[in-house]
C-alpha cells in the first residue's frame, strides 16, 4: 500500500459569526448550581434568551430564566474571544452582579455554538444558533 499525506482542508484562518460587525444568537441554557456562596440559588437552573456579539470582542445577553425555582428576566454584559480553531470563551456579569465564564465550540458552520460553563460547582450547558443566519448580520 502507499502512503500520502491526506490534503489539507482546514483554511489559514476562519471567520465566524462573532466576527460579523453584529450577530445576534438565540440560546437556551441547562443544568444545575451545584454549590454557590448564597444557598438559595443552588438548585436547578435553566435560562433562554438572545445574546447579541458586537464583532470587536463585547457580547451582552437579554434572557428569562429560572435559577432553583425563582424566575424572572435580567441582562448581562461582558467579553468574548474566538480562537482560529473554532473554540473560545466568554466572562459575563449580570445585571444584579453575578459573574460566569463559558468555553464554547463553534458548529454548524458558524451559525450555532455550545458551551459549558467553567465555574466551579455549576453545571450548566448552553446550546445557541444565529438568529437569520439565511440574512447574514442582524
Do not use: H, M, W
Amino acid at each position: 500500500f502507499a502512503l500520502s499525506t491526506p490534503p489539507n482542508n482546514i483554511p489559514e484562518k476562519r471567520t465566524f459569526f462573532f466576527n460579523d460587525p453584529q450577530t445576534t444568537e438565540i440560546y437556551t441554557s441547562t443544568g444545575y448550581i451545584v454549590a454557590a456562596p448564597i444557598p438559595s440559588i443552588v438548585g436547578p437552573f435553566a435560562e433562554v434568551g438572545t445574546q447579541t456579539f458586537d464583532g470587536k470582542g463585547g457580547v451582552t445577553f437579554t434572557f428569562n430564566g429560572s435559577q432553583n425555582g425563582n424566575v424572572g428576566p435580567g441582562t448581562a454584559t461582558g467579553t468574548y474571544t474566538v480562537n482560529d480553531e473554532c473554540t473560545g470563551g466568554t466572562f459575563t456579569e449580570t445585571s444584579d452582579g453575578f459573574t460566569a465564564r463559558f468555553s464554547f465550540v463553534i458548529d454548524d458552520n458558524g451559525n450555532g455554538l455550545q458551551s459549558i460553563c467553567q465555574d466551579s460547582g455549576v453545571v450548566i450547558t448552553r446550546l445557541g444558533r444565529k438568529l437569520f443566519p439565511e440574512y447574514g448580520s442582524r
